[in-house]
């Protein structure tokens, strides 16, 4: 005869609560009432133990389900260039790997943390964002303290390549943020020591930044609009990678700051995204130059996208105009145009293609006033 370990489990724990709760068990024949009431609670223990034993052990797999939530995303991507005064190129990349582990400790506080690996960053896998939410429990406030993307920019894309706004303007850094959401308002500020100081400056927690907006949503339609303020631009990933390149410790002769402006429209199949984002004031000329002067670099993004179904999977459809200003150093074009489709060809594994025409700037701003055509293909898995 099989015998399994859990009855066995049962039978020990069930005999001693059974002799504990009824100690007059051994008279059970005398009385037929008694012998009900004993059932009855021979019963109730063995669902009482069958619950517990039922209960996830901290080693398990549906324990750690339970307390961790990690997905991943990994993007291959290949293209081919057709540049019409330099020479042509193709290459094929592992481009990124993204593995988030997220966790709500208790109702009001949760953490995260985004391992990250791009292709080109010469990096291993690293620590892409950790951070702390605690939220109030009667207000809706909450506290973000530890590396994070900074409120500033929106950066909303259907494309492959990243939208000049963010290589322009992205902020990561360890931030303390204060952030609000109420009746469709949300709104946020935040304070950070940085990477770039300026000649003879203290290294101390000095920079700050904002950030104010409103969504709303109604059916299949939302509206969201933005603005935001940060108190350095040169805090960006793509401007402290220029202001680096030579010097790990370069120092500012002028701190500047910028300003973003964004918005998102969308009803029945279309969708239609802008963002503008400028320095307030141009930099000093040692720190960033265009042409004779010292620079004051912006960026815009303008998208139009329309959803439809083929063969009974959703299809994007989108194009772009893209322009910067003024960041001829930064490695930005002047101008983009583009157009994209993505196709899920399986669940949760999307394929995209993507065709940009970029030209750089003109001669005389100190660029070579080329063209390039590129089409680039992305393969991309989320599990």
Same mark, same amino acid.
């Given at each position: 005869?099989?015998?399994?370990?859990?009855?066995?489990? /049962?039978?020990?724990?069930?005999?001693?609560?059974?002799?504990?709760?009824?100690?007059?068990?051994?008279? &059970?024949?005398?009385?037929?009432?008694?012998?009900?009431?004993?059932?009855?609670?021979? #019963? +109730?223990?063995?669902?009482?133990?069958? /619950? @517990?034993?039922?209960?996830?052990?901290?080693?398990?797999?549906?324990?750690?389900?339970?307390?961790?939530?990690?997905?991943?995303?990994?993007?291959?991507?290949?293209?081919?260039?057709?540049?019409?005064?330099?020479?042509?190129?193709?290459?094929?990349?592992?481009?990124?790997?993204?593995?988030?582990? #997220?966790?709500?400790?208790?109702?009001?506080?949760?953490?995260?943390?985004? +391992?990250? #690996?791009?292709?080109?960053?010469?990096?291993?896998? !690293?620590?892409?964002?950790?951070?702390?939410?605690?939220?109030? %429990?009667?207000?809706?406030?909450?506290?973000?303290?530890?590396?994070? &993307?900074?409120?500033?920019?929106?950066?909303?894309?259907?494309?492959?390549?990243?939208?000049?706004?963010?290589?322009?303007?992205?902020?990561?850094?360890?931030?303390?943020?204060? %952030?609000?959401?109420?009746?469709?308002?949300?709104?946020?500020?935040?304070?950070?020591?940085?990477?770039?100081?300026?000649?003879?400056?203290?290294?101390?927690?000095?920079?700050?930044?904002?950030?104010?907006?409103?969504? *709303?949503?109604?059916?299949?339609?939302?509206?969201?609009?933005? !603005?935001?303020?940060?108190?350095?631009?040169?805090?960006?990933?793509? +401007?402290?990678?220029? +202001? %680096?390149?030579?010097?790990?410790?370069?120092?500012?002769?002028?701190?500047?700051?910028?300003?973003?402006?964004?918005?998102?429209?969308?009803?029945? /199949?279309?969708?239609?995204?802008?963002?503008?984002?400028?320095?307030?004031?141009?930099?000093?000329?040692?720190?960033? *130059?265009?042409?004779?002067?010292?620079?004051?670099?912006?960026?815009?993004?303008?998208?139009?996208?329309?959803?439809?179904?083929?063969?009974? /999977?959703? &299809?994007? !459809?989108?194009?772009?105009?893209?322009?910067?200003? @003024?960041?001829?150093?930064?490695?930005?074009?002047?101008? *983009?145009?583009?157009? &994209?489709?993505?196709?899920?060809?399986?669940?949760?594994?999307?394929?995209?293609?993507?065709?940009?025409?970029?030209?750089?700037?003109?001669?005389?701003?100190?660029?070579?006033?080329?063209?390039?055509?590129?089409?680039?293909?992305?393969?991309?898995?989320?599990?």
């Amino acid at each position: 005869m099989k015998i399994h370990t859990q009855d066995l489990i /049962k039978s020990a724990c069930l005999l001693p609560l059974l002799a504990l709760s009824s100690p007059a068990l051994a008279n &059970v024949e005398t009385s037929s009432n008694h012998e009900r009431s004993l059932l009855k609670r021979l #019963h +109730l223990l063995e669902k009482r133990l069958e /619950k @517990e034993l039922e209960k996830p052990s901290i080693n398990s797999a549906s324990y750690l389900s339970q307390r961790f939530n990690v997905s991943a995303l990994v993007e291959l991507e290949a293209f081919v260039q057709d540049s019409e005064h330099t020479n042509n190129s193709s290459d094929a990349s592992l481009a990124t790997i993204e593995v988030a582990i #997220h966790s709500h400790l208790n109702p009001y506080v949760e953490a995260q943390v985004l +391992l990250l #690996h791009e292709d080109g960053a010469e990096q291993e896998l !690293v620590v892409d964002e950790g951070f702390m939410a605690l939220s109030a %429990q009667d207000i809706p406030l909450t506290l973000v303290v530890g590396k994070q &993307v900074l409120g500033f920019g929106n950066f909303e894309s259907h494309f492959i390549s990243d939208p000049l706004t963010l290589e322009l303007a992205e902020t990561k850094d360890t931030a303390i943020k204060v %952030q609000v959401e109420h009746l469709g308002f949300y709104g946020s500020a935040y304070i950070f020591n940085g990477d770039m100081n300026e000649q003879d400056d203290n290294d101390e927690i000095k920079q700050a930044g904002a950030q104010v907006g409103y969504v *709303r949503i109604h059916k299949d339609n939302q509206l969201k609009i933005g !603005v935001d303020y940060i108190s350095s631009l040169a805090e960006s990933e793509g +401007l402290i990678d220029y +202001l %680096q390149a030579d010097d790990g410790d370069a120092e500012l002769q002028k701190t500047v700051p910028a300003a973003s402006l964004h918005g998102f429209l969308s009803f029945s /199949k279309w969708q239609f995204l802008a963002e503008y984002i400028s320095a307030t004031s141009a930099f000093d000329e040692s720190d960033l *130059r265009f042409a004779n002067f010292g620079a004051q670099p912006s960026s815009y993004n303008l998208e139009v996208s329309y959803d439809f179904t083929l063969r009974g /999977k959703p &299809v994007t !459809v989108a194009v772009a105009h893209q322009e910067s200003s @003024e960041a001829l150093a930064l490695d930005l074009p002047e101008q *983009r145009n583009m157009i &994209v489709a993505s196709y899920p060809i399986y669940k949760k594994t999307v394929f995209a293609l993507e065709l940009m025409q970029a030209t750089d700037y003109a001669v005389k701003d100190g660029g070579t006033n080329n063209t390039d055509y590129s089409l680039s293909m992305q393969l991309a898995a989320e599990f």
